[in-house]
């Protein structure tokens, strides 16, 4: 996709922070530090749009991200960081159980896992959430750059295997340092939008429960 703007709107906590319109939505997810806005950067070709840190835990809000004038990019806190405090882990959660269940603009939820390991049991759990409540999903996995060709063909097969994957989700790998997978990305969130991706939902979504308890819960 041609991006000719990208800015930030707002962040938000809660439904009343919300944007008001009702321009679709692109929710972003996976463990903290796992890559999330350094994606958003890289889909964006803006460095430093979504902060980046080194240190897990930066992104402590929902940071709204209008894209083309046309839609939002929204950048969610990372789940299953364990040094902060049980409340601060809590109220994580919540914000982000509150936005993924009630939300109807949500078009697409990028679930983010390190190409590098073998999926978390949180990344499980929340994989498990999405497809119960039947969220169009598309699974990346970042951070390519860091192992080699075979390894990523090798380990996107055991992603598949243990998050697990279906057919109708794309599986893809990515690196926003290396620009690996980008193009890909970009056009599976194109169909989404569009609505004419395989097991894409139909307009408007219905609202769905809140997901798993993973927020208060250690990583391994
Ligand atoms: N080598 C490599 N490093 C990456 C890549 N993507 C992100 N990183 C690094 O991983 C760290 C975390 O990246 P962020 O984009 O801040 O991760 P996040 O998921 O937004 O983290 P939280 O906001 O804490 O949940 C940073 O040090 C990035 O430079 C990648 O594709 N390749
Ligand atoms: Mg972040």
């Not at 950067?41 to 809000?61: E, H, I, V, Y």
């Not at 936005?99 to 390991?117: E, I, N, P």
């Not at 893809?172 to 980008?182: E, M």
């Amino acid at each position: 996709m041609k991006i000719t703007s990208a800015e930030f709107i707002t962040a938000a906590v809660a439904p009343s922070g919300y944007p008001g319109d009702r321009r679709l939505e692109i929710a972003f997810l996976g463990r903290s530090n796992v890559g999330k806005s350094s994606l958003i950067n890289s889909l964006l070709n803006r460095r430093k749009l979504a902060q980046t840190s080194r240190t897990p835990g930066k992104t402590r809000t929902l940071n709204f991200f209008l894209v083309n004038d046309g839609f939002f990019f929204v950048d969610l806190p990372g789940y299953g960081y364990a040094r902060i405090s049980r409340t601060r882990q809590a109220e994580w959660g919540k914000t982000i159980e509150v936005y993924l269940s009630q939300r109807a603009l949500l078009r697409a939820c990028v679930l983010l896992v390190d190409l590098r390991h073998p999926p978390s049991p949180l990344d499980q759990l929340m994989k498990s959430w999405l497809d119960h409540h039947h969220c169009p999903t598309v699974i990346v996995g970042t951070k390519a750059d860091k192992i080699g060709v075979a390894a990523r063909r090798k380990n996107l097969e055991i992603l598949r295997k243990e998050l697990p994957v279906n057919h109708e989700q794309p599986l893809i790998a990515f690196s926003a340092r290396a620009g690996i997978g980008k193009a890909q990305l970009w056009s599976s969130l194109e169909e989404r939008l569009a609505g004419t991706a395989a097991g894409a939902a139909l307009s408007p979504r219905p609202s769905f429960p809140a997901p798993p308890d993973c927020h208060r819960r250690r990583e391994r």
